[in-house]
T-cell receptor
Framework: GAVVSQHPSRVICKSGTSVKIECRSL??????MFWYRQFPKQSLMLMAT?????????EQGVEKDKFLINHASLTLSTLTVTSAHPEDSSFYIC?????????????FGDGTRLSIL | AQKVTQAQTEISVVEKEDVTLDCVYE???????LFWYKQPPSGELVFLIR??????QNEISGRYSWNFQKSTSSFNFTITASQVVDSAVYFC?????????????FGTGTRLQVFP
């Protein structure tokens, strides 16, 4: 089945560091990828929709300059948390939808647990 | 506006018991998809089922079954003869974009604990 790989799975870093998270579709092309954020014991909230070759679409309340998204190819989207602070600590999870095929469900990565000290 | 409500925050059962997880949704669209995902302690999201709004047939997959009732806007999930490995958080989700299944709206999740 369709596989989405997310890297790294866990990051612990100091406040002020920028952190890049990669989301790769391993066996299919994805024109659209999605980035979600999940606080402990809470639901997943969509942050942004990443479109290959164009600017990402951010959900209301999500800072574009804080969460930089790049979708440079049909198999890779990256989320960079710039100048991360403790309040950015969260579980970030991406998903991808197969390109060119209608009616396809999203396939999720394994998530990245980000801890900012 | 679209919304998914999972009123049960946590459920605890003993192994071999049957358990039903409730999901109620709100949407103004006539075409939409409903989903269930499982999130074990390791964090990844495991896709369980997708059901479109035109298909009200109940579905059974092994110990899992789903009851879709448009009249009550519910899409409940039952695990029969629960096992310890079923312990996880289960999310119900709604997508209103019929052709692209974009923008999943998740419920708040139900944490299921199955004790031996």
């Amino acid at each position: 089945g369709a596989v989405v790989s997310q890297h790294p799975s866990r990051v612990i870093c100091k406040s002020g560091t920028s952190v890049k998270i990669e989301c790769r579709s391993l066996d299919f092309q994805a024109t659209t990828m999605f980035w979600y954020r999940q606080f402990p014991k809470q639901s997943l909230m969509l942050m942004a929709t990443s479109n290959e070759g164009s600017k990402a679409t951010y959900e209301q309340g999500v800072e574009k300059d804080k969460f930089l998204i790049n979708h440079a190819s049909l198999t890779l989207s990256t989320l960079t948390v710039t100048s991360a602070h403790p309040e950015d600590s969260s579980f970030y999870i991406c998903s991808a939808r197969m390109a060119g095929v209608s009616n396809q469900p999203q396939h999720f990565g394994d998530g990245t647990r980000l801890s900012i000290l | 506006a679209q919304k998914v409500t999972q009123a049960q925050t946590e459920i605890s059962v003993v192994e071999k018991e049957d358990v039903t997880l409730d999901c109620v949704y709100e949407t103004r669209d006539t075409t939409y998809y409903l989903f269930w995902y499982k999130q074990p302690p390791s964090g990844e999201l495991v896709f369980l089922i997708r059901r479109n709004s035109f298909d009200e047939q109940n579905e059974i997959s092994g110990r899992y079954s789903w009851n879709f009732q448009k009249s009550t806007s519910s899409f409940n999930f039952t695990i029969t003869a629960s096992q310890v490995v079923d312990s996880a958080v289960y999310f119900c989700a709604l997508s209103e974009d019929y052709y692209n299944t974009d923008k999943l709206i998740f419920g708040t999740g139900t944490r299921l604990q199955v004790f031996p």
